[in-house]
């Protein structure tokens, strides 16, 4: 065999070996895309598989999945504070099936996009809303791209999921991890998003969170946030007016007095009732709402044992406000909500005058 005819040879072995190769890694990516899939551990193509259970303690790469490809006629929306309710005890007792639709601080425009994920492919009986005081005056555009969210998985473009398919830590750690919780143990559906386990609750922990300010500021106007508030009430009203068929069960979560004396300290308190007041009264113009108020519990907010820092409570609490909203307790009417409003003003006041010299001297 001359020189050429051995050169000839190699290449023809080499162009062999790199068909072959390519061939090989094809279908290692075929299979390893197909695992992804199946598994679906964020959810983009569908539920769980027969006998695996919906694993979730990812929100921001699972929720959108769920709104769009779970079974529910109900949703529980808001911030953090809503992440350690248990989802079966709002299933119990309003006979629904619901699940979470939750961004940590819970701005407007971000749950409102939540609903507009869950409206495109459900109808929904109940919408459980927390409305926390930030919320109202928070910008009224959504924030995930800002905030470094996979917008791969917002959008309904599947071919740019290969981030998804192709990760080495949803192949070897978010499969087997679901595969896992699924048949070893006893997780509680229910609890998706659940952050409270082995968290520690307690004023040594909440006083250690809070710095509080050593100076009070003079008090803002009332209509601070007027123009961010106008837009937040908005986006409110539209999915009210937008969605009939569905029961809007809006309510104030209790945060401890801690927030409530920073809120003061900082100038904050009155444009947040102001806030709350006009948000309350242009919700309670819709016949498919109700509005729950928890944020002058007394008995909870003082206790800084129910707490871990000046907002997340523990998951006592959470029950607590599910059981009050079942029965229906609490509720704001137009005849009611301006007198608890202002209620919880005079109950600031005191915070600040009395109740936080226990912990701080004047």
């Not at 007027?226 to 409110?236: D, H, R, Y």
């Not at 242009?282 to 944020?295: C, H, M, R, S």
Request: net charge negative; glycine share 4%.
């Amino acid at each position: 065999m001359d020189r050429k005819q051995k050169e000839s040879a190699v290449c023809d072995q080499n162009i062999k070996f790199l068909r072959q190769f390519a061939v090989r890694t094809a279908a290692l990516l075929i299979v390893v895309i197909g695992v992804v899939v199946l598994f679906d551990p964020f959810y983009q193509y569908h539920a769980p598989l027969p006998g695996l259970k919906a694993i979730l303690t990812d929100k921001e790469y699972q929720c959108v999945g769920t709104l769009r490809n779970f079974d529910y006629d109900a949703l529980i929306v808001g911030s953090s504070v809503c992440e350690n309710y248990n989802n079966h005890w709002f299933d119990e007792g309003f006979d629904c099936t619901a699940i979470k639709a939750i961004r940590s601080y819970g701005a407007t425009a971000d749950l409102c996009y939540l609903l507009d994920q869950a409206y495109a492919t459900h109808e929904l009986r109940y919408v459980f809303y927390n409305i926390d005081p930030s919320s109202l005056s928070a910008s009224t555009e959504p924030t995930y791209e800002l905030t470094k969210c996979p917008m791969y998985l917002y959008d309904r473009r599947f071919l740019n999921d290969y981030p998804y398919w192709l990760n080495k830590g949803v192949l070897l750690e978010k499969i087997p991890y679901m595969l896992a919780y699924s048949f070893i143990g006893e997780y509680d559906e229910g609890n998706s998003y659940n952050w409270a386990q082995w968290k520690y609750f307690g004023q040594d922990l909440a006083m250690g969170m809070y710095t509080r300010l050593p100076d009070v500021k003079q008090m803002q106007p009332e209509t601070a946030n007027a123009a961010e508030l106008a837009g937040n009430i908005a986006l409110l009203t539209a999915q009210v007016e937008a969605h009939p068929e569905t029961t809007f069960k809006f309510f104030f979560s209790p945060y401890s007095m801690l927030w409530w004396d920073n809120a003061c300290r900082s100038g904050e308190r009155d444009a947040v009732i102001y806030n709350e007041k006009q948000a309350v009264g242009a919700l309670l113009a819709y016949d498919n709402v109700e509005i729950y108020f928890y944020q002058d519990d007394e008995d909870v907010i003082t206790n800084l044992d129910n707490y871990m820092d000046m907002i997340h409570f523990s998951k006592d609490i959470n029950y607590e406000v599910c059981d009050k909203l079942v029965r229906g307790e609490e509720r704001l009417t137009e005849d009611n909500y301006e007198e608890r409003l202002e209620r919880m003003r005079a109950l600031s006041d005191r915070i600040v005058r009395e109740d936080i010299l226990a912990y701080y001297a004047e």
